[in-house]
């Protein structure tokens, strides 16, 4: 009986295992930091709300619903000074997630053929891609989208000189570029449009998979297809043929000058314009070096390989370097998409209405609740930023070496 109990069973479990044993001390460190951050966020908060009160002010949201009483320049939505406070967030939304898309699409472009200039043989064309890195990663991007801004509102013509002698003409008689902006054809939706949509978009599904599919059948086999022009009419075709059948239900509005300025067609106005440059070329500088470093990882054997079985050089790189080299590329990659999402807050430069000039700028100033917007405005990229983390990691996820 005494050897027993000077000898307790290996699974009794006593609480100052918590603090000297190893298996439970990281566990019981890891709780009291979560208990003592849960308590310094819980002493802020509550001292915030108390000072608001004691200053007046309580913490509410209902002045989303309150009249905003401004105008938005450049609106994708229906929108009047007459609309909420909600309303004009929601537009300013809008505005942020379009000039990120496109910037995103092309910083893509931008930075996937730099990357691969850079690494040509032809030392003109890979000076030139290094300047362009070196000019614009060593300026700040503030500098850029005010410079640009500037260059397209004091080196292009006013309206008013595409009159007939006045020294400006359209590109193409469809195409305006002016210091207000440029105007473009606008499409004219009529009956059966959301029908060519649809086989549109039907269309460059098909030329996806037909990509996916001659490029397995490729690594299955050996038998080399056409990627280029059977995807191009796999996407096109289809559309231009129901464009016929249909009885041609999408039309080009033209822009026409009338008056002091263009009507019709569709604007695009110059602070868009300035910011998506600006961020797209700014953004794919960087990407240019992440793409080279890609490239780069790739074992110079592959490229061999490839130009000994008889290979071009632009399908070795599409169809060898790339897919191995995008391993790399991918994680650095997101990073620049999160920044350039996050840097188009730096739009208010040129009068740009996204969301940090409606909810933080314009409605703050307002209704002075700045906790409430800061909080909004912080919660939306928060959420934006989550989200294109969330796609980025399954298109990374998908580029994982298979095991056999």
Known sequence: MSSMSENPP?????????????RYRSMTIQVVTLGLVCVGIWWLVDNLLANLTDLGIEPSFSFLSSRAGYDIGMTLIPYSSA???LDAAYVGILNTLLVAALGIVLATVLGVIAGVLRLSKNWLVSRLMAVY???FRNVPLLL??????AVMSESTPQPRDFREGGGASMIWDAIAITNRGVYVPGPVWGANSGILVAIFAASLVGAFFYRRWAKKLLFDTGRLLPLVWPAILIAIVPSILFYFILGRPVTLDYPALGGFNFSGGLQISTPLVALWLALALYTGAFITEIVRAGILAVSKGQSEASEALGMRANRTMSLVILPQAMR??????TSQYLNLTKNSSLAIAVGYPDVRATLGGITLNQTGRALECMLLLGLFYLALSLIISFVMNIINNSMKLEER
């Open 144 to 149: 850029w989208i005010v410079l640009i801004y």
């Open 10 to 22: 290996r699974n009794s479990f006593h609480l100052s295992q918590l603090i000297y044993d190893t």
């Open 328 to 333: 790399v590329i991918i994680p650095p990659l």
């Open 133 to 135: 890195v070196e000019a």
């Open 83 to 85: 609309s909420s406070h």
